[in-house]
């Protein structure tokens, strides 16, 4: 089993800057990919941003040259840089671990809130 755990929400000002990390442990043979998802209220949960294996990066368009993605590969751990942040950045974000193409684990969520 894998558990995901997410940290670093909270509230901030329109322009500011948070910075959300996920630590994966338990049984991990290997990590496909680590990425984030969001979930804003009545909304489906969309990609924000990936990261693979072997160091491709996907990046919603929305958040393109606003956040960055990084990946310290011997803790097991993503972090999600946000800078700029914009009211339509508020959701709840999801961890997601993939150890295969078709395997995930997804973490509790963490909420970020963009609001003066």
């Known amino acids: 089993q894998v558990q995901v755990v997410e940290s670093g929400g909270g509230l901030v000002q329109p322009g500011g800057s948070l910075r959300l990390s996920c630590a994966a442990s338990g049984s991990i043979f290997s990590i496909y990919a680590m990425g984030w998802y969001r979930q804003a209220p009545g909304a489906q949960r969309e990609l924000v941003a990936e990261?693979?294996?072997?160091?491709?990066?996907n990046y919603a368009d929305s958040v393109k040259d606003r956040f960055t993605i990084s990946r310290d590969n011997a803790k097991n751990t993503v972090h999600l840089q946000m800078n700029s942040l914009k009211a339509e950045d508020t959701a709840v974000y999801y961890c997601?671990?993939?150890?295969?193409?078709?395997?995930?684990?997804w973490g509790q969520g963490t909420q970020v809130t963009v609001s003066s």
């Open positions: 997601r671990v993939r150890t295969g193409p078709t395997i995930n684990y």
């Open positions: 990261l693979t294996s072997g160091g491709s990066r």
